[in-house]
């Protein structure tokens, strides 16, 4: 029996050991081309015995916001069919709900919920006391949680018991309400506290911003806390085909008129910067399931449509290089510094909004504020990667040549030398910081703008200069992620995704391909094809049930981006253009302390 088909039934423990050991002992006396291909064919991504075993409905679509509300809904309709009085209160938890009963109605509400978990793959649950059990614990639990668990038809991602409802029991005390246990408002209501109707995002953040649910509460629920974020964000995506025929003749084109290409680092023009392996359909799947919370999604690209993406949905705008470029910098452009310079002139774009590479992924629900303040400040999150201190040299990876550009800026502009990377993660960003950089540093984002292939003069505004120009002028602050980066040409990656995908237990990863071969660039394929399809298995509604032929090239409408955006979503209030400064207003000595 082939090892692989064994450890796809090991216990994971057991599993992960072995792979480890795989990976220091035996792939070192495979040779180097081959051990992606060795490690691929040894490590199974899919199936094997989980730590937890539930049964769970099978469906071909679900997100973990929609999972949550039908649990939610399940346990009201049954408490109002019943007859018995509920209110909603909010969690800490990003992913569950909570509805208080009466005390005095346990015994009613928990027949109830026993009859609703006998019925269609139902799980209840004691919540508080922990280590209670079974029917007679429930008599004296303080909160239960009421779950109906999903999963994909290969039963690779389960959205379980963490998504229920929990019911907590509110004892009447002196005329107040009493919760047993603290909620992020107050676990004391007076008794004549009027009941009202609030919007999902009143409960919390991670719910859609026109979710139209309303719910049953108590008037002091509906005051939401400073740690919540309550401004619009938008995400922007940089996406290209570097297989679309037309594509590559411009790049050839754009070659053999920057013979300075060919001497500097290779990594400049390498074609695996420019493949696309359907990279991005999985990170908007991530998206659409994990961040519920955003408000539009703009694609940027060289006039390319992926030939399943849905351009007609409201909430996403393509957005052609023309369009940002103006008459400024030059196009065609193959430089992703260059694009990254001007997206921040993207009409309609909100004030914050996220930057992504389609290689990043989100991995689980995550809540705006682990990317913005409250207050409107951007998160950054800094790498134990350090920016080479020796000096820049023309030869060095683009990466490396606009890590220390930006250092020399930094330094010249605040007295303060900046030393690590930034993380490949959702890049946190606001417009108005980016048009005053673009205005301060007028001379080098221009020049970034203008060369068409990563250039060693070049400046990495969007994933490194930003971040640090805003913690130093006060509007930036450092915040954590749990995070992978993950190189897939590393014969190790395999082993990393296996446990990714076991434990799902980030926030985000990264799967980046810097420089392959043909023949390891056919092996990174098969493993995302295997990968991504069992991390994100449902759909979004971004993709097309019927994709057109190929790849097709943009065709921009005689409306602006600006109007098209307005009329395909009523809703969504977009933000006018930002007016900038005839000059720039560089701060002041005093501003350039680290507060």
């Not at 409201?314 to 001007?342: C, K, M, Y």
């Not at 098209?564 to 501003?591: E, M, Y």
Request: net charge neutral; aromatic share 8%; glycine share 6%.
């Amino acid at each position: 029996m082939p090892i692989r088909r064994i450890l796809r039934h090991t216990p994971w423990p057991v599993r992960r050991r072995v792979l480890a050991g795989l990976q220091h002992k035996l792939l070192r006396y495979v040779p180097a081309e081959r051990r992606l291909a060795t490690a691929r064919r040894v490590v199974p991504l899919t199936g094997g015995p989980r730590r937890v075993r539930v049964a769970a409905r099978v469906t071909e679509r679900a997100t973990p916001s929609g999972v949550r509300r039908e649990n939610l809904d399940r346990v009201v309709t049954a408490l109002e069919t019943a007859g018995i009085d509920w209110f909603r209160v909010p969690v800490e938890s990003v992913t569950g709900s909570a509805v208080a009963v009466p005390e005095e109605d346990r015994n009613r509400v928990i027949a109830l919920l026993e009859t609703l978990s006998a019925s269609d793959a139902g799980l209840l649950e004691i919540v508080r006391p922990q280590g209670r059990h079974g029917r007679r614990g429930r008599r004296t639990a303080t909160v239960l949680r009421l779950s109906r668990p999903v999963t994909d038809p290969r039963g690779t991602l389960v959205f379980g018991p963490e998504y229920g409802c929990e019911i907590e029991f509110w004892r009447s005390v002196n005329g107040n309400l009493v919760g047993p246990r603290s909620n992020p408002v107050s676990d004391v209501v007076p008794a004549d506290e009027p009941m009202v109707y609030a919007s999902e995002q009143v409960f919390g953040s991670f719910s859609a911003p026109d979710d139209p649910a309303s719910y049953r509460t108590r008037e002091i629920f509906t005051m939401v806390s400073p740690d919540r974020v309550g401004f619009p964000i938008d995400v922007v995506y940089t996406w290209v085909d570097g297989g679309d025929p037309d594509w590559r003749e411009r790049k050839a084109g754009a070659l053999s008129e920057n013979s300075w290409v060919a001497d500097v680092s290779g990594l400049a023009t390498n074609d695996s910067r420019y493949a696309s392996r359907d990279e991005l359909r999985y990170s908007l799947r991530a998206l659409h399931a994990f961040a519920p919370w955003v408000r539009h999604i703009f694609l940027v690209t060289d006039d390319q449509v992926p030939a399943w993406l849905d351009t007609a949905r409201p909430d996403l705008t393509v957005v052609s290089h023309r369009e940002i470029f103006g008459d400024t910098g030059r196009l065609p452009t193959f430089n992703s510094q260059a694009i990254e310079s001007r997206l921040h002139r993207i009409p309609g774009l909100a004030e914050h909004f996220l930057y992504l590479n389609d290689d990043v992924f989100l991995a689980r629900p995550v809540p705006p504020e682990m990317f913005f303040t409250p207050g409107g400040l951007t998160r950054f999150f800094p790498s134990t990667a350090l920016v080479d201190s020796a000096p820049r040299r023309d030869d060095d990876p683009p990466a490396n040549s606009a890590g220390k550009n930006n250092r020399r800026l930094i330094q010249q502009a605040f007295g303060r030398v900046l030393t690590r990377k930034m993380k490949h993660t959702p890049h946190p960003s606001r417009r108005s910081v980016l048009a005053e950089i673009e205005l301060r540093f007028a001379e080098q984002v221009a020049a970034t703008a203008e060369h068409q292939f990563r250039h060693p003069e070049d400046v990495s505004l969007l994933s490194s200069l930003q971040q640090y120009y805003s913690y130093l002028t006060g509007r930036a602050a450092p915040g954590e992620i749990k995070y992978m980066y993950a190189d897939l040409a590393d014969a190790g990656t395999p082993m990393r995704l296996a446990r990714v995908l076991h434990d799902r237990h980030l926030d985000a990863f990264c799967l980046n391909d810097t420089d392959s071969t043909v023949e390891a660039a056919d092996e990174q394929a098969a493993l995302l094809a295997e990968f991504l399809p069992a991390y994100l298995p449902f759909p979004s509604p971004y993709e097309l049930a019927n994709p057109r032929p190929a790849t097709g090239r943009l065709e921009l409408p005689r409306t602006p981006v600006l109007a098209r955006q307005a009329s395909r979503a009523p809703h969504a209030q977009p933000h006018p253009d930002i007016a900038l400064p005839a000059q720039p207003v560089p701060p002041s000595a005093s501003d350039s302390s680290v507060a």
